[in-house]
């Protein structure tokens, strides 16, 4: 898939269509990971959100979900972006009687 | 069995309409009942490219909207037998063409014609869609540039996606790639993606390689299928690609740099 270093090694000085394949062959792995996404996504997204949002105030887009096919196995993908996220005061688990661990660890930020 | 085939590329000007007309024409010369379908509302072209012009009297969208019959509105090919034009129309309205119109002229044709070849306009947006909806065949046409090939990588996403073969859980369309204005020059340099390079990228099966070629200027002057200029380069090309189409074994020419011959030389030939 990507250029070996022999490629690069050997690749004369003007040589502007192998930098053009593989910018293509990565923007194209991209694209078509957009495009064979099935249609569960959005929703997927969206639960997580909600339950993650129960724990963490995070906002829409700091979730990101997404399903890369690399030969025989496909990757589920889901980033939470935490850095900007704060632990909700009134953590729900807490009214079920026991205190919950509220240390980074265990939050897992 | 009628065949539809699409030929389309995502991006413009690529070679979609000068690889509509010669393979229509290819097609018809070896005896098959074609039409070639202009499907850019708007900029009508193929007419021209075919030399028929003056001779357009009703449209897709009047046949679509019931003003005409087809009869009325296919030109007959003076050149070659079997072959027939259905011209698009100038309306700037490009939702002009139906669903429900566009299906009902399709089957038409269909109980008339062995191959209709749609020439698709530019894009992936409904233009497109509507050009690539009934293929039973695509030919994407590319050139070995880098947002050609990835416009033509969108454009097989939609043929899986929204042509009728894939909503209808039928056979998926048999896709072919047509690599067009190819410089062997270029390539050589390094200054240009080579035949390998795309196909790796898209892996589709290769149909052709059309080389760059002043003939296909000098046929469009004139209205003239390039493929009708059996000494050109390109229309060799088109040649052997319909041929390809159509199952015969034919190996890909014009691929090397042309480096005269010692023989050659020693006895002038160009
Ligand atoms: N093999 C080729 N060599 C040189 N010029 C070409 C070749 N194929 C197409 N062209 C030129 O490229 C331009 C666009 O071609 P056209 O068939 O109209 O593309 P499209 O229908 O995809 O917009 C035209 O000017 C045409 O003459
Ligand atoms: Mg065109």
Do not use: W
């Not at chain 1, 339950?51 to 980033?79: F, P, Q, R």
């Not at chain 2, 269909?110 to 698709?120: A, K, T």
């Amino acid at each position: 898939m990507m250029m070996s270093i022999m490629e690069r090694l050997f690749r004369k000085r003007n040589d502007t269509a192998s930098v053009a394949k593989e910018r293509l062959q990565i923007v194209l792995a991209h694209e078509r990971a957009g495009r064979t996404a099935p249609d569960f996504l959005p929703l997927l997204q969206k639960e997580l959100l909600s339950v993650v949002a129960k724990y963490l105030e995070v906002e829409d887009e700091m979730i990101k979900i997404t399903l890369e096919k690399a030969g025989e196995v496909s990757v589920l993908e889901i980033n939470v972006e935490l850095d900007k996220a704060r632990i909700r005061k009134s953590l729900p688990i807490a009214t079920e009687g026991k205190p919950i661990e509220t240390k980074k660890a265990a939050a897992g930020i | 069995m009628s065949k539809v085939i699409t030929i389309t590329s995502g991006k413009g000007g690529v070679g979609k309409t000068t690889t509509s007309a010669a393979f229509a024409t290819g097609l018809a010369q070896r005896g098959n009942k074609t039409v070639v379908i202009d499907f850019d509302v708007g900029l009508r072209n193929l007419d021209l490219i075919m030399g028929v012009e003056r001779r357009v009297v009703f449209d897709f969208i009047n046949v679509i909207n019931g003003d005409a019959n087809l009869n009325q509105a296919l030109i007959k090919d003076k050149r070659v037998d079997n072959l027939y034009i259905f011209p698009t129309s100038q309306t700037r309205d490009k939702d002009a063409l139906s669903k429900e119109g566009v299906e009902r002229v399709i089957n038409e044709l269909r109980d008339n014609f062995d191959y209709i070849i749609c020439d698709s306009p530019a894009g992936i947006e409904h233009g497109a869609l509507t050009a690539l909806y009934h293929a039973d065949a695509a030919i994407i046409v590319t050139n070995p540039e880098v947002s050609s090939v990835r416009d033509s990588d969108r454009i097989l996403g939609m043929l899986a996606s929204k042509s009728r073969r894939a909503e209808e859980n039928e056979a998926p369309v048999d896709e072919y790639l047509l690599l067009t204005r190819y410089s062997p020059e270029r390539v050589e340099r390094g200054e240009m993606l080579s035949i390998e390079d795309v196909q790796e990228i898209l892996s589709v099966p290769l149909i052709g390689v059309i080389p760059e070629s002043e003939a296909v200027l000098k046929a469009s002057n004139t209205g003239m299928p390039v493929i009708l200029d059996t000494e050109s380069t390109a229309g060799i090309a088109y040649g052997d690609a319909v041929a390809r189409f159509l199952g015969e074994q034919r190996e890909m020419r014009f691929l090397k740099t042309q480096k005269k011959s010692l023989l050659r030389t020693l006895f002038g030939k160009a």
